[in-house]
């Protein structure tokens, strides 16, 4: 039975690189975040993109002033340890504009277009895109609903 696709939202993710980096600065001994740790007992294949990926760097970047080495070693940990799937190439749609013009932040409005794209639901914890998103999309869902459904 082929796994469903989850498409990691850029604020599921980020905690994990908050804690490594945490991790090196404060020498604390690094705990996977809750959500990263619970749903990857699930037998779900994770996705996410090179947009979240650049998201991601860019916060690293402003909230720790990492240089883009330690950045690139922190993306390919992350991807190793949970088996993340990054898409390169991506085709956005006409959907996108409609998305935004309809209250949907950019850079929202490009994920959401990936996820739908790669038919996988869409994980965020952001509630306003996903109140917004569901009338677009309905395959998005926060961490709370991905485990009542499991």
Same mark, same amino acid.
């Given at each position: 039975?082929?796994?469903?696709?989850?498409?990691?939202?850029?604020?599921?993710?980020?905690?994990?690189?908050?804690?490594?980096?945490?991790?090196?600065?404060?020498?604390?001994?690094?705990?996977?975040? %809750?959500?990263?740790?619970?749903?990857?007992?699930?037998?779900?294949?994770? +996705?996410?993109? %090179?947009?979240?990926?650049?998201?991601?760097?860019?916060?690293?970047?402003?909230?720790?002033? =990492?240089?883009?080495?330690?950045?690139?070693?922190? !993306?390919?940990?992350?991807?190793?340890?949970?088996?993340?799937?990054?898409?390169?190439?991506?085709?956005?749609?006409?959907?996108?504009? =409609?998305?935004?013009?309809?209250? +949907?932040?950019?850079?929202?409005? +490009?994920?959401?277009?990936?996820?739908?794209?790669?038919?996988? +639901?869409? !994980?965020?914890?952001?509630?306003?895109?996903?109140?917004?998103?569901?009338? %677009?999309?309905?395959?998005?869902?926060? %961490?709370?609903? !991905? =485990?009542?459904?499991?």
């Amino acid at each position: 039975m082929k796994k469903q696709k989850i498409y990691l939202d850029t604020n599921i993710i980020y905690g994990y690189f908050r804690k490594r980096v945490e991790e090196t600065i404060n020498r604390r001994k690094f705990k996977k975040p %809750f959500i990263l740790e619970k749903i990857s007992k699930a037998d779900y294949e994770f +996705i996410t993109s %090179f947009f979240t990926m650049v998201e991601v760097s860019r916060n690293l970047r402003r909230d720790f002033n =990492l240089d883009s080495r330690s950045i690139v070693d922190l !993306l390919r940990l992350f991807t190793r340890e949970y088996s993340v799937k990054v898409v390169q190439k991506v085709s956005i749609t006409g959907e996108l504009l =409609l998305w935004h013009l309809k209250e +949907i932040d950019l850079a929202d409005a +490009i994920q959401l277009n990936i996820a739908k794209n790669s038919k996988s +639901i869409f !994980l965020t914890n952001d509630k306003r895109l996903i109140k917004d998103a569901r009338k %677009f999309y309905p395959w998005v869902v926060s %961490f709370s609903e !991905l =485990l009542s459904t499991s």
